[in-house]
């Protein structure tokens, strides 16, 4: 037992422990992140490679039995050892990747460190919410000409609203969603026995509730507590349709709940559903339907998949056959961990690597165990696009594609685009890291937007966190249904760690290099390269597979571009698969839409038939062989015709009446 070596615990213990239970020992989850387990079996944030050594060392004398430290040879990631993790402990490297510099390394609370964290807490409590103020003031400032634009067009009686791309289908959903909710209340509040209609309905009441939208259109929702191996408790719905429930084999089906995972298994954390409100069946044999996981984008949540009714990309893809679960990283809506606190400083060292090499594999492996595939779809928007290609790296855990079909990224966030040079991200780059904690502390990114989130009416809110977003990123709603927009933003901002922002924004990473996987030095030369390679018409493929960021467990990747996205510049990613550069990626589908802006390939009201069915099809064309008894998806070959088509009218409507998967304007996008 992990506790008889702790009767006398050594200083390295209690260094790395909780007050209460010091550290047993160290885990090597990847080439160089660690974990460390306490004495009762709990999991605490990694430390250093040469803090990790140092504890098991400890760990060793103190047990007076042998322990091998190796110096400084690395091998590869074991992540099935009998113990939950290699044990065996590489010295830190002398380099240190420059894309992901240390994280600041706490101990556990004492008086003096905690006299500190209430200094950091107090800085960057005035201090960020004064940031977040001139940010409020300027999106204010910058909305009133354009609100007195509108206001003139309506003197003059016109319609401000008449260039709106889809205005027919909005006033038409507008219409259509008071006929139900009239509907609703004349029935008091009952189901529509006559047409089907179950679940909820009525007045939308803007909800920070995944399982309120998926009942307002006929689907019902669980959710599950996942733990990664540091201990974080995340929060992932399985959405799924009440008459027709995905069937699960008997060995992964236990009334409802699953108690273990791949992680138990291999020694890992135990993974536990502690919360479904509606209990779910087991389906019927023959049943089963294959697992997609959809991850979010960077200060968002899984809802943000969830709020255009039936055009929602987890309802379509929950409609169309697919036994949909949806990911919410690390801390989100509402922190948790198996042991530390808010308050622990340690609770939020962590950034972009950490979500990609631990939460993502946590998800998955929970997944599959529940399910009994051996892999999965995965689609990601944004940040969630950006913590796959930084899990799938060759020095991260590339063998986690070994259990994904296929990695549908959706605005993939890998390079910079031209916003990162705005006047505000200039200054946070230009923060030092030392002043960056001082001013936006070393705990949760600016709180108070989720103070805020929590007391300030909703539909004040999503008119507020419309503009603040637009202002920072630039997005527009002209595509979007705008009778939902303030939906939309019920699931927005959540919690993230002060790092995280650092890594995306500060003068050392992201912002810095403007690119995820490569330094801006070598990015730029990889581009000088490609120019002559092209101009030359080469054309070999295989320049640069040397350089390459993966290897042949990379899945096969289908990428979806907004083409006029400010944020990041998808087109750079697709220019690089085309060079060769990842000889080993299969690049199965890679689309280009031109006038998409970066969250118009979930919210758009165009989005289901020029990205969703898409998505749909690439997913089942890239499953392989799973076994009989695998529901075929409506709109795909062989599958049947979704339920819900609706008919359409005007420009830009539905034009795929019968659901057989026909993406809208192909023609002339493809990249």
């Not at 084999?249 to 236990?254: I, R, V, W």
Request: charged share 25%; aromatic share 10%.
């Amino acid at each position: 037992m992990a506790s008889q070596y702790h009767s006398a615990p050594s200083q390295a213990s209690r260094d790395l422990g909780t007050a209460s239970q010091p550290a047993a020992k160290a885990h090597r989850i990847t080439p160089h992140d660690t974990v460390v387990s306490t004495s009762d079996g709990q999991r605490l944030p990694g430390v250093p490679l040469a803090e990790a050594a140092r504890l098991n060392a400890s760990r060793a004398s103190s047990a007076s039995c042998a322990s091998t430290i190796t110096l400084p040879k690395h091998t590869p990631h074991q992540h099935a050892a009998a113990d939950g993790g290699s044990t065996t402990i590489d010295v830190a490297p002398a380099f240190t990747d420059p894309l992901f510099p240390p994280l600041p390394v706490y101990g556990p609370a004492t008086p003096l460190r905690r006299l500190q964290c209430l200094f950091f807490r107090a800085s960057s409590g005035v201090l960020s919410l004064a940031f977040l103020g001139v940010i409020v003031m300027g999106a204010v400032a910058e909305t009133l000409p354009g609100a007195a634009a509108r206001a003139w067009e309506r003197v003059r009686g016109r319609d401000p609203d008449r260039g709106r791309p889809f205005l027919a289908v909005e006033r038409e959903r507008a219409r259509e969603r008071k006929q139900d909710e009239a509907a609703w209340e004349a029935r008091g509040g009952v189901a529509d026995e006559e047409t089907g209609r179950r679940g909820v309905g009525g007045r939308d009441e803007l909800r920070c509730d995944i399982a309120y939208y998926a009942r307002r259109v006929g689907l019902e929702c669980e959710t599950f507590t996942v733990e990664t191996e540091d201990g974080f408790l995340l929060e992932m719905q399985h959405v799924w349709d009440p008459l027709d429930p995905p069937y699960y084999p008997p060995a992964t089906e236990k009334s409802g709940e699953k108690e273990a995972s791949t992680a138990d298994r291999e020694g890992g954390p135990p993974v536990h559903n502690v919360q479904s409100e509606t209990p779910r069946p087991n389906g019927a044999p023959g049943r089963r339907r294959y697992p997609v996981l959809l991850m979010h984008g960077l200060l968002q949540s899984a809802g943000a998949f969830c709020v255009n009714d039936s055009d929602s990309l987890a309802f379509f893809l929950a409609k169309s056959g697919y036994d949909v679960f949806l990911g919410n990283s690390r801390c989100g809506l509402l922190p948790r961990h198996s042991v530390l606190t808010y308050g622990d400083p340690r609770m939020w060292a962590w950034n972009i690597r950490q979500m990609g090499t631990l939460d993502l594999p946590a998800f998955i492996d929970t997944i599959l165990s529940l399910t009994s595939f051996p892999h999965l779809a995965l689609v990601a928007h944004s940040q969630g696009t950006t913590q796959t290609f930084v899990a799938l790296a060759k020095q991260q855990r590339p063998d986690l594609g070994r259990k994904i079909s296929v990695f549908c990224a959706l605005a993939p966030a890998v390079y910079a685009g031209p916003l990162i040079d705005k006047m505000y991200f200039k200054f946070m780059r230009a923060i030092p890291p030392a002043a960056f904690r001082f001013v936006f502390g070393i705990h949760a990114f600016i709180p108070a937007m989720m103070a805020m989130h929590g007391v300030v009416p909703a539909r004040v809110w999503g008119r507020l966190g419309y503009r603040v977003f637009w202002f920072l990123f630039g997005w527009s709603d002209a595509r979007w249904d705008r009778g939902l927009r303030d939906r939309f933003f019920r699931f927005a901002p959540v919690y993230v760690s002060a790092e995280t922002m650092r890594w995306w924004l500060g003068r050392e990473c992201f912002a810095r290099h403007r690119c995820i996987l490569s330094t801006r030095a070598a990015a730029a030369d990889d581009e000088d390269a490609d120019v002559t390679r092209r101009d030359s018409d080469s054309g070999s493929g295989d320049g640069g597979a040397d350089d390459a960021w993966f290897d042949h467990r990379f899945p096969p990747l289908a990428l979806w571009v907004a083409g006029s996205d400010a944020l990041v510049d998808g087109k750079r990613l697709i220019r690089r698969f085309e060079a060769g550069r990842e000889p080993a990626v299969r690049l199965v589908h890679a689309k280009v839409i031109e006038e998409y802006e970066h969250l118009d390939v979930v919210w758009a009201v165009d989005a289901r038939e020029r990205v969703f069915e898409e998505v749909r099809g690439v997913v089942w064309g890239e499953v392989g062989d799973v076994g009989a008894g695998v529901v075929v998806p409506r709109g795909v070959e062989g599958g049947g015709v979704l339920e819900e088509e609706r008919e359409g009218e005007g420009e830009g409507e539905r034009g795929d009446k019968d659901g057989e998967g026909a993406g809208g304007d192909k023609g002339g996008e493809g990249a």
